[in-house]
């Protein structure tokens, strides 16, 4: 095991993928409003929309606190905010949606890059600009349906509280409700993951791999998520950065979880490599391959005998 943490490392450095999980939390800002508001949009036809973001709302405050939480059901109530007619209705709907989809291009983006695959440059770029938006929205429909059965859990777990709290010695239902929350949220992270690995990126990989590899990342954002909540909990991010301190908050909560996602999915292709056959390229996608190439000192003239 030793031997894949160190390969995982190794390639993740190479791979420049802190560069990359920068680049995705300054754009999961711009798009996480619009991303959050369609989510909650499609949850709405089957669940009540204000508990579904009671929901999103608990688990931002549970990371980055009550000020991140406000921040983020500000930016929301910005972005529904209709004004202006039939025409800026339209237009916003157009910007929502472009903006929530263009943060799972990047995503994309980043799995390919990891995973050193590219869409084929010989090939349609019109064809695979749109294969790519159809994907997108694939993916926010799979995030929505996640969340409902996350809901769904929830609930349950809610209503047997009354039952378990009644069958056990006092003190010993909280721990144990808390523990099987973790435990189903964990799994509802490792399937949304391994959904992403499997279909997001231009490449094949097996199903038993990327299960592993989405099952270690779902574990590694749980643990990391208790642990974010506690070290951000003690920072005073507004004495630093004065207003823009719920936006730092933010940020530093994106960009950990977006450190985390690729880690994964370095440890998802190192476990590939060495248990089964390897990431290929997908249909129309070629593999990249990197190679330093050092070119010939330039011969310096002499004019000794001549």
Same mark, same amino acid.
């Given at each position: 095991?030793?031997?894949?943490?160190?390969?995982?490392?190794?390639?993740?450095?190479?791979?420049?993928?802190?560069?990359?999980?920068?680049?995705?939390?300054?754009?999961?800002?711009?798009?996480?409003?619009?991303?959050?508001?369609?989510?909650?949009?499609?949850?709405?036809?089957?669940?009540?929309?204000?508990?579904?973001?009671?929901?999103?709302?608990?688990?931002?405050?549970?990371?980055?606190?009550?000020?991140?939480?406000?921040?983020?059901?500000?930016?929301?109530?910005?972005?529904?905010?209709?004004?202006?007619?039939?025409?800026?209705?339209?237009?916003?709907?157009?910007?929502?949606?472009?903006?929530?989809?263009?943060?799972?291009?990047?995503?994309?983006?980043?799995?390919?890059?990891?995973?050193?695959?590219?869409?084929?440059?010989?090939?349609?770029?019109?064809?695979?600009?749109?294969?790519?938006?159809?994907?997108?929205? #694939? +993916?926010?429909?799979? $995030?929505? %349906?996640?969340? *409902?059965?996350?809901?769904?859990?929830?609930?349950?777990?809610? =209503?047997? /509280?009354?039952?378990?709290?009644?069958?056990?010695?006092?003190?010993?239902?909280?721990?144990?409700?808390?523990?099987?929350?973790?435990?189903?949220?964990?799994?509802?992270? #490792? +399937?949304?993951?391994? $959904?992403? %690995?499997?279909? *997001?990126?231009?490449?094949?990989?097996?199903?038993?791999?990327? =299960?592993? /590899?989405?099952?270690?990342?779902?574990?590694?954002?749980?643990?990391?998520?208790?642990?974010?909540?506690?070290?951000?909990?003690?920072?005073?991010?507004?004495?630093?950065?004065?207003?823009?301190?719920?936006?730092?908050?933010?940020?530093?909560?994106?960009?950990?979880?977006?450190?985390?996602?690729?880690?994964?999915?370095?440890?998802?292709?190192?476990?590939?490599?060495?248990?089964?056959?390897?990431?290929?390229?997908?249909?129309?996608?070629?593999?990249?391959?990197?190679?330093?190439?050092?070119?010939?000192?330039?011969?310096?003239?002499?004019?000794?005998?001549?």
């Amino acid at each position: 095991m030793w031997s894949f943490l160190k390969q995982t490392i190794l390639d993740f450095s190479e791979d420049n993928c802190p560069r990359m999980a920068a680049a995705l939390a300054y754009y999961t800002v711009f798009s996480l409003a619009p991303l959050l508001i369609i989510i909650i949009a499609i949850c709405g036809f089957l669940w009540d929309p204000a508990d579904i973001r009671g929901t999103v709302a608990r688990e931002v405050q549970s990371v980055v606190g009550a000020d991140g939480a406000r921040q983020i059901d500000v930016m929301l109530d910005n972005a529904t905010r209709s004004e202006g007619g039939v025409t800026a209705s339209v237009l916003s709907a157009v910007m929502l949606l472009w903006g929530a989809t263009g943060l799972v291009g990047q995503l994309q983006a980043a799995l390919n890059e990891t995973w050193e695959v590219r869409p084929d440059p010989e090939q349609g770029g019109i064809r695979n600009f749109v294969i790519k938006r159809v994907l997108s929205l #694939a +993916m926010i429909l799979g $995030v929505a %349906f996640l969340l *409902l059965v996350s809901l769904v859990l929830s609930s349950v777990l809610a =209503a047997a /509280g009354d039952t378990i709290a009644g069958r056990l010695p006092e003190g010993f239902s909280q721990p144990l409700l808390q523990t099987l929350y973790a435990v189903a949220s964990t799994l509802v992270i #490792a +399937m949304l993951i391994a $959904v992403m %690995f499997k279909f *997001l990126p231009d490449a094949h990989v097996r199903w038993r791999d990327v =299960a592993v /590899g989405a099952l270690l990342t779902a574990v590694l954002f749980t643990v990391g998520k208790f642990a974010m909540g506690a070290y951000l909990g003690s920072k005073n991010m507004e004495s630093t950065y004065g207003a823009a301190g719920s936006l730092a908050l933010i940020l530093v909560w994106v960009y950990y979880t977006a450190m985390i996602f690729l880690l994964g999915a370095e440890f998802t292709q190192v476990w590939a490599k060495r248990i089964g056959p390897g990431v290929k390229p997908a249909d129309g996608a070629v593999k990249v391959v990197s190679k330093t190439v050092r070119e010939p000192a330039e011969q310096k003239p002499s004019y000794l005998g001549v």
